[in-house]
């Protein structure tokens, strides 16, 4: 996930209960690639936690990795790579307690 490139860009990017499985450190990097496959007005939909750490919690009797940002680590790395957040729900208990965002890209270039 962290390296694709599509070769091209879309009206839309879905990133649902998957940033969440990369370390704290790498997400940032991968809010830059989404951003590049948005084309200008496009939209990113993605969750997250809603505080800075990491976490094992369990999935099917298994041990499963949890990696978040703070919520003002997500808002700058979104608009460092031109993205507009348009609505967020914090700790949604209508999606298993996960943080729910609606970005827009910017028209221009994006950076990152």
């Known amino acids: 996930m962290r390296g694709v490139d599509l070769g091209r860009t879309f009206d839309g990017v879905i990133a ?14 991968m809010l830059a690639v989404f951003a590049r496959h948005l084309r200008p007005g496009g939209v990113l939909v993605f969750t997250s936690g809603s505080e800075q750490g990491e976490t094992i919690g369990e999935w099917r009797g298994e041990p499963l990795y949890h990696g978040s940002l703070s919520l003002d680590a997500y808002r700058t790395g979104l608009d460092d790579v ?14 298993g ?9 910017r ?5 990152g």
């Open 16 to 29: 649902w209960h998957s940033l969440i499985h990369l370390p704290p450190e790498a997400q940032p990097a």
């Open 97 to 105: 307690g996960a943080t729910v965002w609606l970005a827009r890209r």
């Open 82 to 95: 031109g993205l507009d957040v348009r609505r967020h729900v914090v700790s949604d208990r209508n999606c």
């Open 107 to 111: 028209g221009g270039k994006v950076v």
